[in-house]
Nanobody, 124 residues
Framework: QVQLVESGGGLVQAGGSLRLSCAASGRTFSSYAMGWFRQAPGKERDFVARINRSGGSTYYADSVKGRFTISRDNAKNTVYLQMNSLKPEDTALYYC?????????????????WGQGTQVTVSS
C-alpha cells in the first residue's frame, strides 16, 4: 500500500495561485497513476486532474482545464497540483489519490488510496 499526505492548501484571493503537494510513502510510487479530487460542503467528491505513472499524460476536468496543472516527480515520490486563476467556486477540500488503473480514471471508486485532504479557500 501507499500512504499519501497532502499539503499546500490555504486561503487565497480570487485570481491568485496555490501549489498543492502530495507526498507518497514507499518505493513503488511510479507504479501508480495519481489523481486530484475535490469536495465542497454538501457536494459530491469530484475529479480534478489525473496523471499517468510516468507523468507523460495528463487529463483535467473541464472546470479547471487551462488553469490547473498536475505534475509528478517520481524521484521525490510527490505529485503536485499547480492552481492558477483561482475562483471562489474552487473552494473545496482537495484530495490526492492513487490507483493502479491504467485507463483514465475519473471516479472516486477507481482510486483505492487517499490522502487526508488539504483545504483550499478562495475568497471573492
Amino acid at each position: 500500500q501507499v500512504q499519501l499526505v497532502e499539503s499546500g492548501g490555504g486561503l487565497v484571493q480570487a485570481g491568485g495561485s496555490l501549489r498543492l503537494s502530495c507526498a507518497a510513502s514507499g518505493r513503488t510510487f511510479s507504479s501508480y497513476a495519481m489523481g486530484w479530487f475535490r469536495q465542497a460542503p454538501g457536494k459530491e467528491r469530484d475529479f480534478v486532474a489525473r496523471i499517468n505513472r510516468s507523468g507523460g499524460s495528463t487529463y483535467y476536468a473541464d472546470s479547471v482545464k487551462g488553469r490547473f496543472t498536475i505534475s509528478r516527480d517520481n524521484a521525490k515520490n510527490t505529485v503536485y497540483l499547480q492552481m492558477n486563476s483561482l475562483k471562489p467556486e474552487d473552494t473545496a477540500l482537495y484530495y490526492c489519490a492513487a490507483t493502479t488503473r491504467t485507463a483514465w480514471a475519473t471516479r472516486s471508486y477507481e482510486y483505492p488510496y487517499w490522502g487526508q485532504g488539504t483545504q483550499v479557500t478562495v475568497s471573492s
